[in-house]
């Protein structure tokens, strides 16, 4: 077993590696590559390595696009329960099979048990003693085989419902890990991962996406002056009224503190900007109360901005547009829902 120190020089020689290919490759050293190349680097992942040197064949390099590709494929944390759920269901399936089998088998068993409890009353009736305990022992041998078949039938029953009950545990404990505890959103993990295989999707089909960035507005006063409680119960009601505007394959997410993102399928920049009206509508409708004395907080507003996946590029640059709306936003009074072409024409504006 390695000592402290030998697991030590092996890990740093492990990353030493990792931070010379993002070096010499010219990639952003952001957590998910360093994983890649750590991975890379340890060889644990056979599929994953030939993949990369399959990409570096062919071009040199590899994009944040193709990046993206092989975390989700070889790495993404939500991988692993992918496939423990799935190893489930086939051996769900596999049990499924066998009970077939063995229902087919003690209907057999009993039928055969049947036909001998017949052929013992005609051996009766011949006088025949000869015949009388081989029958017997026919008998007892085909009542053995079809109590044996019902214990294991009741066993496979159990183990059936014991996978259904452990999948059911592993879905949980994904989600779990998937979601933000307190608005129940999606979480910043698992929103980024989700992100990037819809824009995987909507390369290969040509179809739109877009992105709503949005966050609350004074949000450092509401909980300066009323506390965390109540800075909790804002950030609860903002998540409340996007669920309440968003459906289908659109995906919301608390993005860190009070910040949240929308993901928006099939969905024009146009209809983005109108899925992030009615975001907005709804917040300025809702009024704050604190719950342990009632006193009315007034109003919550949230400055949204809106961008469209342009194809090809990477989900960070949809995200910074996304942002660069948001800003845009801001400061341009807050509670208002700020698209990309529009900070485009204030820019350009600025420039004339």
Do not use: W
Request: aromatic residues 4%; hydrophobic residues 40%.
């Amino acid at each position: 077993m390695a000592t402290r120190s030998e697991e030590h020089a092996r890990t740093m020689t492990f990353a030493e590696i990792a931070l010379g290919q993002i070096k010499a490759l010219g990639l952003s050293a952001i957590p998910r590559n360093y994983e890649i190349f750590y991975a890379y680097a340890t060889g644990y992942h056979p599929d994953l390595n030939q993949a990369i040197n399959g990409g570096l064949r062919r071009s040199g390099t590899l994009s944040a696009a193709e990046l993206g590709q092989l975390y989700d494929l070889y790495l993404s944390p939500t991988r692993l329960t992918d496939r423990i759920g799935g190893i489930g269901a086939r051996v769900v399936d596999q049990i499924d099979e066998v009970m077939k089998m063995i229902r087919a088998t003690l209907g057999s068993a009993s039928s055969f048990h049947e036909r001998l409890t017949e052929a013992t009353l005609r051996v009766g009736k011949t006088k025949d003693e000869s015949l009388q305990p081989i029958v017997e022992n026919l008998i007892v041998t085909a009542r053995e085989m079809e109590n044996s078949n019902q214990a294991l039938a009741s066993q496979l029953n159990t183990s059936k419902q014991q996978i259904h009950q452990l999948q059911q545990k592993l879905e949980e404990l994904r989600c779990e890990n998937l979601t933000d505890p307190l608005t129940c959103l999606a979480n910043r993990q698992y929103f980024e991962e989700a992100l990037r295989q819809t824009i995987a999707e909507a390369n290969r089909t040509a179809r739109p996406l877009s992105l709503l960035l949005a966050d609350i507005d004074h949000f450092k006063k509401f909980n300066d002056a009323f506390g965390q409680v109540t800075g909790d119960q804002l950030l609860r009601l903002v998540a409340m009224a996007m669920k309440q505007n968003i459906k289908g394959a659109d995906l919301a997410a608390r993005y860190g503190g009070q910040e949240f993102a929308v993901m928006l399928p099939n969905t024009t920049l146009r209809q983005a900007k109108t899925v992030a009206e009615h975001i907005r509508q709804s917040v300025m409708t809702k009024e704050l109360r604190k719950r342990s004395t009632g006193e009315q907080l007034g109003r919550i507003t949230v400055s949204i901005g809106a961008a469209a996946y342009r194809q090809q590029e990477s989900a960070q640059a949809l995200i910074e547009r996304a942002d660069l709306s948001l800003h845009a936003a801001k400061q341009g009074g807050r509670n208002q829902v700020m698209g990309e072409t529009a900070v485009t024409s204030l820019a350009d504006c600025r420039v004339g």
